[in-house]
T-cell receptor, first 117, second 114 residues
Framework: DAGVTQSPTHLIKTRGQQVTLRCSPKSGHDTVSWYQQALGQGPQFIFQYYEEEERQRGNFPDRFSGHQFPNYSSELNVNALLLGDSALYLC????????????????FGPGTRLTVL | GEDVEQSLFLSVREGDSSVINCTYTDSSSTYLYWYKQEPGAGLQLLTYIFSNMDMKQDQRLTVLLNKKDKHLSLRIADTQTGDSAIYFCAWDPGFSGGYNKLIFGAGTRLAVHP
């Protein structure tokens, strides 16, 4: 049973560029959440996708956008990159946020390390 | 507000017990989680507890919850060098709203020495 996968593992961009990160959820999961983890800090919630729609959003600017596909995989897009966007971007998947059963526990992928120069 | 506080660093001797502490701000029913992060890696779920429980034990791990004080702790028995990592406490403020997002602390770095 494959866990959460993310690509690429590492990425280097320059200021002003745009980047797309990809995530495939754990088998059987239908919800994808994205987190940003700056160096030395805990992860911060960016947004969550369910049924191809953004359900919940953290305190991040509109430069951060996402998409969920019919197969539940997801993309995170960041436009007009800033130096401060350098971080580890983590994707987490879970099943059924509507509390019909289970714990909705989030399982994390290995992350994409983004460096903005 | 939504906040989680953790002590930043803990050093223990191999074979001793480790206790990592966390405080959170919300008092509603929710799940509380412990995740482990090794260098350069993602987050590994260790265990979780629902807020109507006081304790949960899972092999070498024991989670204690004091809901009155909003204090959560993770005890690792017989700590090994492989337990050296950063441990994050997290809770879900969206639980009552039917969706979930996690609020994390800054993490506690556990160093295990011989």
């Amino acid at each position: 049973d494959a866990g959460v996968t993310q690509s690429p593992t590492h990425l280097i961009k320059t200021r002003g560029q745009q980047v797309t990160l990809r995530c495939s959820p754990k088998s059987g999961h239908d919800t994808v959440s994205w987190y940003q983890q700056a160096l030395g800090q805990g992860p911060q919630f960016i947004f969550q996708y369910y049924e191809e729609e953004e359900r919940q959003r953290g305190n991040f600017p509109d430069r951060f956008s996402g998409h969920q596909f019919p197969n539940y995989s997801s993309e995170l897009n960041v436009n007009a990159l800033l130096l401060g966007d350098s971080a580890l971007y983590l994707c987490a998947s879970s099943f059924n946020p509507q509390r019909r059963g289970g714990t909705d526990t989030q399982y994390f992928g290995p992350g994409t390390r983004l460096t903005v120069l | 507000g939504e906040d989680v506080e953790q002590s930043l660093f803990l050093s223990v001797r191999e074979g001793d017990s480790s206790v990592i502490n966390c405080t959170y701000t919300d008092s509603s029913s929710t799940y509380l989680y412990w995740y482990k992060q090794e260098p350069g890696a993602g987050l590994q779920l260790l265990t979780y507890i629902f807020s109507n429980m006081d304790m949960k034990q899972d092999q070498r791990l024991t989670v204690l919850l004091n809901k009155k004080d909003k204090h959560l702790s993770l005890r690792i028995a017989d700590t090994q060098t492989g337990d050296s990592a950063i441990y994050f406490c997290a809770w879900d403020p969206g639980f009552s709203g039917g969706y979930n997002k996690l609020i994390f602390g800054a993490g506690t770095r556990l160093a295990v020495h011989p």
